[in-house]
């Protein structure tokens, strides 16, 4: 303000005495002509000198600021202030950006970030190594054209990266690779590689010694449990004394038979891959078949099992696994609550966009802090009550793994003395409804039944 003030001072005074020398000669118009061409011409001047300066490269060297007073040395002081601060901004940008670039250069994982249209913009040298990638060769080139992978190309563009991918590398015997993508920016994507080959060698050599060891002892087992039920046909020869210990020797080597054949379905789980087919199974069927073996297992507790399920309901699965898992949840719900106990098994599309099995009871529930632990194998809250009720500790680890198959979780609410929630989360698209000709469209129509009057 001050500044433009003295510049209308300076034009006005310089006004009057282009008009007193006017006036004097006897010229006032043109010297005032005069005057006012001489101030554009020097506005012009000053323009020219300050677009020439700015037209300098000013990113590397310092350049001399025009020299000026008035309102132009102010615009000059003004500008030369902005590219000060600008050039110490970038200053530090860029010393941010090296830190960055050197320490994840000094990972052993490798770092590469692509651009929004899927180009690799930078990578750090673990990448290099790991995945063959050359600077500058590589640099703007299409990420899926140089990791040639087909699950990792479908990883990519999917955009579900909540899980991380393991990817053999081809032409390697046994190498295998971890890909993490995270999404930043506009669109932009970093990517985390790992060599896991050791983990993976290790992770492997444990899935083999749980499968064989469970395969070797399954012969040892059925034969003591065999002679064990001879012994029993034939107690009178043996003593009546030794009836009791043989008969828990029975029961323990049930249980032993139940451990192998959990860790069994375990191992197959791990390690087979999901057969490519599914089965289109109706819900509706398969749970109440479920009700029905459950609730003659359980006969003698006179629990009331309740179904709630639309029955032109469709799951798409493996069916043998999808009934091992919610009979799993069944029978667990059966066995943890008291006689007379009531069990609801519910199948409904949920607001989160997804669709849950429920199993439903009024049982003996579960302390909050047992809850994240609930799926780790032999974990139980009560061990001698699990092992009295015959259970091995493995069966919600089943389930979780029968469940990630089907790219679904399983989710517990449980409160102690009340009763317990488990639920099997399946994105909406696994199931499909398929209404008979006259009915209403209605996906969460329910159609109850009772222990009494099962679906037939
Ligand atoms: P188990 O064979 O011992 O039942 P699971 O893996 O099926 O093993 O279950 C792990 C533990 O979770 C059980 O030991 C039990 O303590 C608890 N649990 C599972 N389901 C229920 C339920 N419906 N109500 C109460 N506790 C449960």
Redesign the pocket.
Known sequence: MQTWQSELKRFALLLALALLVGRIVGYTLLASMVFLVGYVIHSFYQLWRLQKWLSLDTSHSQTTLPESYGLWGAVFDGIYRLQKRERKASAYLESIIDKAQESSAALEMGVIMINKYNNLDWWNRASESLLGLKYPQDRNQSVTNLIRNPEFTEYFYNENYGETLKVPVSGSSDQVLEFQIALFGEHERLIIVRDITQLHRLESMRKDFVGNVSHELGTPITVIKGYLEAILDHIDDVGKKWRDPILQMQQQSIRMESIVRDLLVLTALETKTPPRTQDRINLAELLSEIQCDSEQVFNEKHHKFILECNPNLYIEGQRNELYSAIS?LVV??A??TAEGGEILLRARFTEESTFSIEVH?N????EPRHIPR?TERF????VSR?SESG???????IVKHILARHQAILQIE?ELNKG?V?SCVFPRDSVTCVEEPGDLPNINKVVTTRSEDQIS
């Open positions: 799993n667990n719900a066995k943890y009871d049982g003996i529930g579960i609930l974990y139980r809250v009560d699990s259970g091995t500790g493995l069966g919600l680890a449980s317990s488990f």
